[in-house]
């Protein structure tokens, strides 16, 4: 007998911080997926902080995101994304043809494993405003404008072939979650794109599950400052 939806239990970090929790809590909310979400915060990432602490005692990784369902944990978010394709297929998670699905299959991957500059440079954090942040590692490390080139190449060419809004057209799939992090960093560093890809932020920030995630981030109002090292304090490097 299939367990119910509900027997799902994701856990994660902080929204405004977690870029991996971001990717599988975005992916379940827009397809209607039921789950019960525990936020873990973070404290600190020392063996003895409290998250690390709760967590361990969840995944051996150590880390969020973990999906437990039932007697079954799985961490990281892609085998997350991956198990939930396969436990609810008629949500069509992954695009349907083949070749789509093979493609929508390697551009998670790349994002997963790589884009390290973008990742260092400018983390996430949707609470922030930081365009003169942006602009200076814009200006310093090419690293970072070489991973911009190759998203920009990579997601504007899935958007002109697939007519939008979303990389793969008409439908929000893994795809798009695992992307949905890039675009919070977009908006929150002002970084340069074009207008294809300008309105593919657009569109994400629109989407259910990314607006819900959103209005969860700026409620938090926790300032935390190992994630934080460019400001003393919340709201100190603000461009608006």
């Not at 020392?46 to 995101?65: L, N």
């Not at 978010?77 to 349907?96: D, G, H, K, M, T």
């Not at 440079?121 to 200076?136: F, H, S, T, V």
């Not at 994400?204 to 990314?210: E, F, K, L, T």
Request: hydrophobic share 45%.
């Amino acid at each position: 007998m299939t367990a119910p939806a509900t027997a799902l239990t994701l856990y994660i970090g902080n929204k405004n911080y977690s870029s991996w929790s971001m990717r599988p809590w975005v992916l379940m909310r827009e397809h209607g997926i039921a789950f019960r979400e525990v936020k873990l915060r973070f404290d600190s990432f020392a063996p003895d902080s409290e998250f690390k602490k709760t967590i361990s005692h969840i995944s051996p990784a150590g880390k969020v995101p973990v999906l437990v369902d039932g007697n079954l944990v799985i961490w990281d978010s892609l085998a997350i994304v991956e198990y939930l394709a396969e436990r609810f297929a008629q949500r069509n998670l992954w695009p349907q043809p083949v070749a789509q699905r093979a493609r929508a299959r390697s551009i998670c991957a790349e994002m997963h494993t790589g884009f390290t500059a973008l990742r260092s440079a400018l983390p996430m954090n949707i609470e922030a405003r930081l365009p003169e942040a942006g602009a200076i590692a814009w200006r310093d490390k090419p690293a970072l404008r070489r991973d911009m080139q190759r998203i920009e190449a990579l997601c504007g060419e899935l958007l002109r072939n697939h007519h939008g809004p979303f990389l793969f057209g008409e439908h929000f799939t893994i795809a798009d979650a695992f992307y949905a992090p890039l675009v919070m960093r977009v908006q929150t560093y002002a970084l340069p794109v074009s207008e294809t890809v300008r309105g593919y932020v657009q569109a994400i920030c629109a989407s259910q599950g990314v607006a819900a995630w959103i209005e969860g981030a700026l409620a938090e109002h926790d300032f935390v400052v190992s994630e934080e090292p460019y400001r003393l304090q919340a709201g100190s490097a603000h461009g608006d």
